[in-house]
């Protein structure tokens, strides 16, 4: 693997392998001493031009525990309030010495211009580009539900026949983009919730079923209940009449999730909006994977920066 720009373009053997590799990594992470050297040497650009808490933290104590060097640099505070274009950008921290640059951007299809364009030389990493793509966020959600359904057995594991129901502002979320890709190439069936305005046009295209009524999809006992943000940064008009209403009618509130079977998964990507499309009993409960998920990040990532950088000397 070169980049990793998009989970549409990648085959269920090298999702299976990426996942298994993860599991070394959490292994590793569960010792007293969490670091290898493998990218001893190698150097990890985080390049963001939009605000992360988890991804961009994650990115780095992944490469520091794979022993590269790590620099961060976020477009705030920075030469891009100057002006400065994405290439003077990326090409100036280049020349510092990059062998992979991990990129967030508020422009869908940012990371593949960089890859494409070759004005750097370095293996690329997608942490989200606009309303397009998040790969490693659907990596991370599918290692969490595999984890959370196979154990110790997960490793060479897909995820067949597992019922995953997405829910909110499909419009606007890259994380669902990536997931319905990726969670369907694993065998997984994905279902899209949501009010008409906030699913995309195209999703007939998808290979999903979609529907408007949250209580039929919880009474269904979907294995996962996936909740998104309403991307409220991303809104140039009103997409539902208001917050009390859109959670009375799309919110995981404490009703519905007590109508979920016990084994059912709760997720939610992080930032969550708590008492808008998830109570914090609902993102509280033993169901909730939210913070398994933010550790299984760190996982996943060590898992993508060694495959994109181990070995690439040779
Ligand atoms: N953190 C995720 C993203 O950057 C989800 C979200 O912000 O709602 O796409
Ligand atoms: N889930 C996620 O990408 O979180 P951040 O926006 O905080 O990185």
């Not at 994405?86 to 100036?92: G, N």
């Not at 290692?143 to 995953?164: C, N, P, Q, Y």
Request: net charge neutral; glycine share 8%.
């Amino acid at each position: 693997m070169r980049h990793l720009l998009s989970t549409r373009d990648l085959r269920r053997d090298e999702v299976v392998a990426l996942l298994d590799i993860a599991e070394d990594m959490a292994d590793v992470s569960g010792r007293e001493i969490k670091k290898l050297p493998a990218l001893r040497g190698k150097t990890v650009v985080n390049l963001f031009f939009e605000d992360s808490t988890r991804t961009r933290v994650s990115f780095e104590v992944a490469a520091k525990r794979l022993s590269a060097d790590v620099i961060n640099f976020s477009a705030k505070g920075s030469s891009v309030s100057k002006g400065e274009s994405l290439k003077d950008t990326a090409q100036t921290l280049a020349a510092m010495g990059a062998d992979a640059v991990v990129i967030r951007h508020g422009a869908s299809g940012a990371p593949r211009v960089l890859a494409d364009s070759g004005w750097i030389d370095a293996g690329i990493v997608n942490a989200g580009d606009g309303t397009h793509e998040h790969p490693t966020q659907a990596l991370l959600d599918a290692f969490t539900i595999r984890k959370r359904l196979h154990g110790v057995a997960s490793r060479g594991r897909g995820l067949d026949g597992v019922a995953v129901t997405i829910v909110g502002d499909i419009l606007h979320s890259r994380v669902a983009r990536s997931n319905v890709w990726l969670l369907t190439t694993l065998g997984a069936h994905v279902s899209l919730v949501a009010p008409a305005t906030l699913l995309p046009v195209d999703t007939r295209h998808w290979p999903v079923t979609v529907g408007y009524d949250l209580d039929i999809a919880i009474d269904s006992a979907p294995d996962v209940v996936m909740m998104l943000r309403i991307q409220s940064e991303r809104m140039n008009a009103a997409f539902f009449p208001n917050a009390r209403e859109y959670s009375r009618e799309w919110g995981l509130g404490d009703d519905r999730v007590d109508r979920l079977p016990a084994a059912s998964m709760v997720m939610h990507p992080g930032p969550m909006n708590r008492g808008l499309e998830i109570s914090a009993a609902a993102a509280d409960s033993v169901q909730s994977t939210v913070l398994e998920q933010v550790a299984n990040g760190v996982s996943i990532r060590m898992a993508v920066l060694y495959s994109l950088l181990a070995g690439s000397d040779s």
